[in-house]
Every structure is written in C-alpha cells, then in structure tokens.
C-alpha cells in the first residue's frame, strides 16, 4: 500500500473505503469499516430467503415421492377398469 504525506498526494480516483495517510486516522477509519461491516444485516436476509428456498424445495420432493406411488397406483387402477 502506497503512503502519501498529505492528502494533495491522494489521487482522486481512489475508492471512499481507501485509508487516509495518517496512521490514527486510518485505524479510525479501519474501525468504522469494520463496524460497518459487522452491524450491517443485508446479507443475512438473502441467507435466510436461501435457506427457506431449500427447505421448501426438500419438503416438495419428499411429498412427491412419498404419493408419487399412490397416484400412479391409482392411474393404473383406473386404466385397468377401462373397457
């Protein structure tokens, strides 16, 4: 990581999140980031729809197969009684 010794140095296409050049501001900074980071609760909403998605697609797939076979029997029962 390059250091600057003012903030006339810092080229203005550098990210908002690219730390300053003093030292105790960076840490400050870092720690906001950090902080930021770790109260934001964005990403654990899309985990969340995730795992009902799959928990949905798991209960469909254990009630097909578990009266998949009642079904076809009745089919068959049917077919069978047909003239």
């Known amino acids: 990581m390059q250091a600057f010794r003012n903030m006339a140095e810092v080229p203005q296409h550098l990210p908002a999140f690219w730390p ?16 930021a980071f770790l109260l934001d609760d964005e990403g654990a909403t899309l985990v969340e729809y995730g795992l009902l998605i799959l928990i949905i697609a798991v209960l469909a797939v254990v009630t097909v ?19």
Do not use: D, L, Y
């Open 20 to 35: 300053s050049p003093n030292p105790t501001s960076s840490m400050r900074h870092a720690t906001r980031v950090v902080r």
């Open 65 to 83: 197969r578990q009266i998949g076979g009642k079904v076809s029997k009745g089919f068959e029962s049917i077919n069978s009684n047909m003239p």
